[in-house]
């Protein structure tokens, strides 16, 4: 098979690579064919995910957007559990690519490249009747485009993999952004990673909805230039409807901290009740939980976990596992210190006398100097100043 443009051999993973020469000099959308390496840890969240959330081999799975395949290769090599894959792009430099790395990891008859929109395979997949186990959606950019088609080429009880890199819309940067593409009430908060997280949910779940099916959480997590949710798909009116209903929004003060969470719309705007300011309401978010703590307890202890090859994805795994699960937001230390008039005290110390005050409080994985707790901003503040 011809190319026009040099490569080199690398390896990630299991997987052996011919990318594009210059790799890691120029910017990845730049390259004749798409290869991130900073990206490795999302490809090494979504095999350890699928390896923890299908219980046996023979699985099948979808990558609309794949680049030149890397993240397909390592899904068919290292998580045990796919006998085959479709990977797609666009870019006929990447599709010519996805072949060659299929070939070189001897993966020719199991992995499937094609040089097609992204849209279309998903399509044809679904209307084939050859529904897939698993769809990783890994866009530079939004997802937004892809989803609808994503959730309808994946089975019944299948999972999703959800990745966005438009964090400045998400996290509530940029409010516009929010506003048109995902018709999401989103502003700044001190913990817009948290933000982002509970937005891309929010999305899956309204977007299974119209089709008539839910989509679940079972991992979600911010890290570097991305956000990743990985949801379960199931099909059904009542499982839809179970789904949204743990969409609902928040109220926050800017001025003091304080967050509420609201179900409905009902309560929305006003003054503070803590400190009489004007809050905002942000939402519809994800207020479930973005985890399921057996899944995730199972990619910890799975014998992948134990690669050191994983150590970054397994480090990040576990603050997540130790997260308060019902608390949708989180305070930067420095942010509450801010407010107390005093230094910021380290985190451990912190969640130590939450925690003897009688509340719960845990780290957050995306923000090594931020707390999740269920004391009222006011409180931990009030704590801060004695
Ligand atoms: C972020 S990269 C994918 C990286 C890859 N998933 C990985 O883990 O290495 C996004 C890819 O989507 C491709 N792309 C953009 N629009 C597309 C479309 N409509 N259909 C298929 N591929 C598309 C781009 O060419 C690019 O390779
Ligand atoms: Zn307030």
């Known amino acids: 098979m011809e190319l026009d443009f040099p490569t080199i051999e690398l390896v990630e993973g299991k997987a052996r690579l011919m990318v594009p020469e210059g790799v890691g000099r120029i910017e990845p959308s730049k390259l004749p064919a798409f290869y991130n390496p900073a990206s490795k840890i999302s490809r090494d969240f979504a095999v350890l995910t699928t390896a923890a959330y299908f219980d046996s081999s023979g699985r099948t799975f979808a990558e609309p957007l794949a680049g030149l395949g890397a993240r397909a290769v390592r899904l068919m090599l290292e998580a045990s559990r796919f006998s085959e894959g479709f990977a797609s792009d666009i870019n006929e430099r990447s599709a010519r690519l996805i072949e060659l790395n299929a070939r ?21 997949l679904a209307a084939e009747g050859a529904r897939v186990h698993y769809v990783d959606l890994d866009p530079s950019g939004s997802p937004a485009r892809f989803l609808e088609n994503s959730i309808r080429a994946v089975r019944s009880e299948g999972l999703i993999g959800v990745s966005a890199t438009d964090l400045a819309a998400l996290t509530g940067a940029s409010q516009r952004t929010a506003r048109w593409r995902y018709s999401l009430n989103l502003s700044r908060t001190v913990f817009g990673k948290e933000v982002a997280m509970r937005a891309l949910a929010a999305i899956c779940a309204v ?22 949710v990985f949801a379960r798909i199931e099909r059904g009116k ?15 003060c800017d001025s003091c901290l304080s967050v509420e969470v609201i179900g409905d719309l009902q309560g929305l705007g006003g ?23 057996s899944l995730v307890n199972k990619a910890l202890s799975s014998e992948l976990a134990e690669d050191p090859g994983f150590g970054e994805a397994v480090r990040v795994l576990k603050r997540v596992r130790e997260e308060l699960p019902d608390v949708p937001y989180s305070y930067p230390v420095s942010e509450l210190a801010r407010r107390a008039r005093c230094s910021p005290p380290s985190v451990t110390w912190l969640i130590e006398q939450l925690r003897s005050l009688g509340f719960r409080a845990s780290r957050v994985h995306y923000d090594g100097s931020a707390v999740k707790t269920d004391a009222p901003a006011s409180e931990v503040i009030g704590l801060l100043r004695a």
């Open 207 to 228: 977007t299974a909805g119209r089709l008539s099916r839910s989509a679940v959480p079972v991992l979600s997590v911010v890290k570097a230039h991305f956000v990743r």
């Open 271 to 293: 003054r503070c009740p803590s400190c009489g300011s004007d809050v905002r309401a942000l939402g519809p978010l994800w207020l479930g939980p973005l985890k399921d703590d």
């Open 104 to 124: 070189l990891n001897g993966l020719e008859g199991s992995l499937r490249g094609y040089h097609m929109d992204g849209n279309l395979l998903l399509v044809k």
């Open 238 to 252: 009542l499982r839809a409807f179970e789904a949204v209903s743990a969409l609902g929004y928040l109220r926050y």
